[in-house]
């Protein structure tokens, strides 16, 4: 018996390994074969976006100011209420960041949610490195954004959840899909006022903990683009009647005016 246990645990580390070897060997050939998707140069780190492009995104200037996007006025302008506790995003919602997320929703390049999620993930780091944020694998889950299941049918992919599971993953953080489900099938929320967003997400939202035990003090709620945070708010409404204390929403932009 002691002997089976240790060939299937040798088993299992040798195929562990050559997983691995292949990811990365597809990894180094991918790299070699592509270019940059702004400059069309070879491109050092990401498959998709070359080091010089990389540094020249028009990110939010963090250097002088707090990563929290709601310590921000013109932020606070725009989302005077809010039932969560930070915002934090990479950029205003401006080229090449527009063109990418509408490319990745609405021409089906899966392959742009990897570049968002690595975008993500280097500002995360970089938050963790100057902020005092407890957030750690066992106080905090991550969630995306839900897609009603004709929208997730139609499209084939919800986009949050794609760049969420990749976020989640790399700085170990549980990751629940599902823990809210979005019951109403709502319509555009584009040219709609505050009040009618509100309005036509009403009740759209549920907290399902069928797969989940309890829900933790901290959670991160990750979206593509916040522009009212409308959606968001509704979503945090009903996590903070079940219990939850601290939502941070991680959103690869933020639509507010620049210039």
Request: net charge positive; hydrophobic share 40%; with cysteine.
């Amino acid at each position: 018996m002691l002997k089976m246990e240790f060939g299937n645990t040798l088993n299992r580390t040798i195929l562990k390994y050559l997983a691995l070897t292949l990811h990365q060997q597809f990894s180094s050939f991918r790299l070699k074969i592509s270019c940059c998707l702004l400059c069309g140069n070879d491109c050092q780190t990401h498959p998709l976006l070359c080091q010089f492009c990389q540094a020249d995104l028009p990110y939010f200037n963090y250097q002088y100011l707090p990563y929290d996007l709601l310590t921000w006025p013109a932020v606070t302008k725009l989302i005077p209420k809010n039932n969560f506790d930070h915002l934090v995003a990479i950029a205003p919602y401006v080229w090449p960041f527009d063109t990418w997320i509408s490319q990745l929703k609405y021409q089906y390049k899966t392959e742009l949610s990897e570049l968002l999620s690595q975008l993500l993930i280097n500002h995360w780091h970089n938050l963790l490195v100057v902020e005092n944020v407890d957030l750690t694998p066992t106080n905090t889950l991550v969630i995306s954004v839900p897609l009603h299941i004709k929208k997730w049918q139609t499209r084939g992919f919800n986009q949050a959840h794609l760049i969420a599971q990749k976020f989640a993953k790399k700085f170990e953080y549980p990751y629940q899909a599902s823990v809210v489900t979005r019951e109403k099938c709502t319509e555009n929320q584009v040219g709609k006022s505050g009040f009618e967003r509100r309005k036509n997400l009403k009740n759209a939202f549920s907290v399902n903990l069928e797969h989940i035990n309890d829900l933790p003090k901290n959670i991160i709620l990750i979206d593509d683009v916040v522009t009212t945070g409308t959606t968001a708010n509704e979503i945090c409404k009903i996590l903070k009647k079940k219990g939850v204390q601290h939502i941070t929403l991680l959103s690869i932009c933020i639509a507010i005016p620049v210039g």
